[in-house]
């Protein structure tokens, strides 16, 4: 659909500011508006010879079903795709300290993709099955701050003398499609109408599900893995 906008758009653009946002659509797709500001449509005007402006949007498949993936084709309408999680979080909604000499780390599993970066890049301090399973003191701080910036979710972020390094700073916003895996946002894109964010966790990098069978929709929660989903494409 062409969005017919008069010609005081142009006038008006120069004061918007060009913002990327992402809106999962209730039992639909997720859609990414890389703009704010409405460009004009090339080839087309209207009947006074005036330019055509519109925002323009891309619909990204969340259903996993798509056969033009990472795009929208509307397979979650006969697939009966539904937006809503079918069961209560296993996962409390529980943001954790781990207390170090001079680093503290922090988690909350909520929001945990289950991407294993902390545990494949440093397991002295990351350590599946253990109790505490983060040790701060396991390794420098130099590498613990390394590896909890690999963290895709924002379920780790770190202290130090009382400051807390929750976002990256001066990151581009881009959607990455990951390989038979989830959206992985970074650069702050502005995530509308969703409220089930996990207490502490960053808006600055985020991961969303894209196979259809995620309980934390629309974030990410590493189901993808236990139902094998594939994508060749990406």
């Known amino acids: 659909?062409?969005?017919?906008?008069?010609?005081?758009?142009?006038?008006?653009?120069?004061?918007?500011?060009?913002?990327?946002?992402?809106?999962?659509?209730?039992?639909?797709?997720?859609?990414?508006?890389?703009?704010?500001?409405?460009?004009?449509?090339?080839?087309?005007?209207?009947?006074?010879?005036?330019?055509?402006?519109?925002?323009?949007?891309?619909?990204?498949?969340?259903?996993?079903?798509?056969?033009?993936?990472?795009?929208?084709?509307?397979?979650?309408?006969?697939?009966?795709?539904?937006?809503?999680?079918?069961?209560?979080?296993?996962?409390?909604?529980?943001?954790?300290?781990?207390?170090?000499?001079?680093?503290?780390?922090?988690?909350?599993?909520?929001?945990?993709?289950?991407?294993?970066?902390?545990?494949?890049?440093?397991?002295?301090?990351?350590?599946l099955g253990e109790r505490p399973w983060i040790n701060p003191d396991g390794a420098t701080i130099e590498s613990v701050i390394d590896t909890v910036k690999k963290c895709p979710s924002g379920a780790l972020s770190y202290s130090i003398d009382g400051i807390e390094d929750r976002d990256q700073v001066d990151r581009e916003p881009i959607v990455m499609v990951g390989k038979n895996g989830p959206y992985y946002v970074t650069g702050g894109i502005e995530l509308v109408g969703v409220e089930n964010w996990a207490s502490g966790t960053s808006k600055e990098h985020y991961v969303l599900c894209r196979c259809g069978a995620s309980n934390n929709k629309p974030f990410c929660d590493g189901t993808h893995l236990s139902i094998n989903f594939e994508d060749e494409k990406s």
């Open 1 to 127: 659909m062409i969005v017919d906008m008069s010609s005081s758009f142009e006038a008006k653009s120069s004061s918007l500011v060009e913002k990327p946002m992402l809106k999962p659509l209730p039992n639909g797709p997720l859609y990414l508006t890389s703009s704010s500001v409405p460009q004009m449509v090339q080839n087309m005007e209207k009947s006074t010879g005036e330019p055509i402006y519109k925002i323009t949007s891309v619909a990204l498949c969340r259903c996993g079903g798509s056969k033009n993936k990472p795009f929208c084709d509307g397979t979650h309408v006969p697939l009966g795709f539904s937006s809503e999680n079918k069961s209560p979080l296993q996962t409390r909604d529980i943001r954790k300290d781990y207390v170090g000499k001079k680093i503290i780390v922090h988690d909350n599993r909520r929001s945990c993709s289950h991407s294993t970066e902390c545990l494949r890049n440093l397991e002295s301090v990351f350590r």
